[in-house]
Each structure stands twice: as C-alpha cells, then as structure tokens.
C-alpha cells in the first residue's frame, strides 16, 4: 500500500497508528518525511506493507522534484494506494495535482479523510472534492479517521485486507519496519533536529550515520552521527549556547531509540556543513534512493 498525498496531511501519523509503533517520524514541517518508509501490519487476516512518502507539492526545485520521484515510484509499484487528504484544509491547487496523478485507477484507491476529530475539518467538502476528482473512487472506498487518535483506522484495516488476495508474507511476523538500524537512528534525529530547529532551517539539514556498530557481546550500539548542514553560519544555531541545543537534540534521541532497540545505545552526535547538498545529485542519490 503506498500512502500518498500532499505535505503535512497526516500521512506518517497514520502509519504509525496503522502499525501500532513508531515507523516514521513526524513533525509539524512540510516534508519531513524524504524517503519510502515502510510500516509492517500482521494479523491472522494477513500481513499489509504501507510505504510511507514524502507529501507532493507543486516545486520545480530539484530537492523537491526527487521527493517526488520517491512517491511516484512507491504508487506505480504497490498494489494498493491509500490517498491521504486533510479535511482541516481546503482543497487547492496543490490537492487538485495529487489527485491528477490518481484520476483513472480508482480501483486500486482508497481514501483516508484524516483530521476528522479537528473542529475545523470539512468532511462534507472533502468528499466532495473526491466525487469530482476521482469519480470512479466509490463511498465505500472513503474512510473518515484520525490518526493522532488513532480513530476509525480498524475500520480502514479491515477494508484493506478485504482487498488483498493470497500470498506468501514479505516479511517474518515480528517486524513491523524493514528500516536498518542506521537509518532509524539517523532518522529519529533528524525528528529532534527538525522540531527543535524547525522556524530556522528545517529543510537545509540531514543526519548521516558515519559509524555504527555493536559492542560489549552484543549488548551496546555504538553510534556515530553528523547533523549536516548546508552554512557555517548554520552551525551555530544547531549546535547552541553552550551546546545546549544540540545536547536537547541528542539526549530527545536517546529517549526514543531506547525504546525502540533492545540494545543500550550510546551516541556521539556532531554538526558539520556541507555547502548546497541540497543540489548536488550525489548527495540527493545517497539520501534518497535507499
């Protein structure tokens, strides 16, 4: 199931309820998600893969247009797609080119219309713009929920596996991500990095994992972790008065990666710059295409 839709509508939250664990992080900043994330469902109905993407917006920078390349791959590869909308928002331009992409394979949709529980959700709107955009895509395909409440995701489960057909699982029953090590960890920081720094530069910035690797018999993760940087200038506001900032950042990391490994983890965290990775096609090839 690839689940798809613009900026900021919802889309991790909900996987993370879909999965009952914390697969993808989440902030309040547009397109914190950069790669295909995939959350991992077993029941006795079945397994369902969800494949988390960055939010589509209209961009011709080349940051943003490999974001979107990331989702479109994730769409035309899954069996299903589970389009994300924001009832708190009114459909524009933006919305209507999502919906574009989708229009002529409402039989592989369904619609999630997130938000519901907010005072300001327009579900009667939503629905509305869903008849006239997708008019293939039937009531039946359209589930009000909230995921930061987790409400009316069993409803939605239950409507997916009804669709899957038989097949061997992807993976074994007690994974809920495929996500390496490494990358979790450099994601969970980023998480920190961007709800910390996020009215400053939270889009100049990722975390590159240098070195990882277990020690005492197996019982320690060691890490070794760069926030990157695009200015020096940049440095500074990351790192803190007194490295203040950047010990909030590391030691909000730690607090969720103890609880997602069983491993007792240690983690030296550092900021570098990397001036313009944001256009360098080397960089965007390592950071995306995994």
């Avoid at 914190?32 to 988390?52: C, H, M, P, S, Y």
């Avoid at 209209?58 to 797609?81: H, I, M, T």
């Avoid at 574009?100 to 713009?129: C, M």
Wanted: hydrophobic share 40%.
């Amino acid at each position: 199931m690839a689940v798809v839709g613009r900026p900021s509508a919802g889309k991790s939250t909900l996987v993370n309820a879909l999965c009952g664990e914390k697969v993808a992080i989440v902030s309040p900043v547009p397109q914190t998600t950069r790669n295909a994330i995939r959350g991992i469902v077993n029941r006795k109905e079945g397994q369902l893969v969800f494949v988390d993407t960055p939010g589509q917006h209209l961009s011709e920078r080349k940051f943003n247009r490999k974001l979107a390349d990331v989702a479109g791959r994730a769409q035309a590869e899954a069996d299903l797609v589970l389009y994300v909308l924001d009832s708190t928002r009114p459909p524009g331009a933006e919305e209507e080119a999502v919906a574009a992409r989708l229009r002529g394979d409402e039989g592989r949709i369904l619609a999630a219309i997130n938000k519901t529980d907010s005072r300001a959700a327009r579900r009667e709107a939503v629905e509305e713009f869903l008849r006239a955009q997708l008019p293939g895509l039937g009531q039946d395909r359209c589930f009000p929920v909230s995921a930061l409440r987790n409400e009316g995701t069993e409803a939605l489960l239950e409507r997916l596996f009804s669709l899957v057909g038989p097949g061997d699982p992807f993976y074994p029953e007690e994974y809920y991500t495929d996500q390496d090590p490494a990358f979790r960890v450099a994601e969970i920081i980023r998480e920190k990095a961007i709800n910390r720094l996020r009215q400053e530069l939270p889009h100049s910035l990722y975390v590159d994992v240098a070195d990882a690797e277990l020690r005492g018999n197996g019982t320690k993760l060691w890490v070794r972790a760069f926030i990157v940087t695009e200015r020096e200038s940049q440095k500074g506001m990351i790192v803190g008065k007194g490295g203040r900032m950047i010990k909030a950042i590391r030691e909000e990391a730690l607090a969720d990666l103890k609880r997602i490994f069983d491993w007792k983890i240690e983690l030296d965290l550092r900021v570098k710059v990397s001036p313009g990775w944001r256009h360098d096609d080397a960089a965007l090839r390592k950071l995306l295409d995994r």
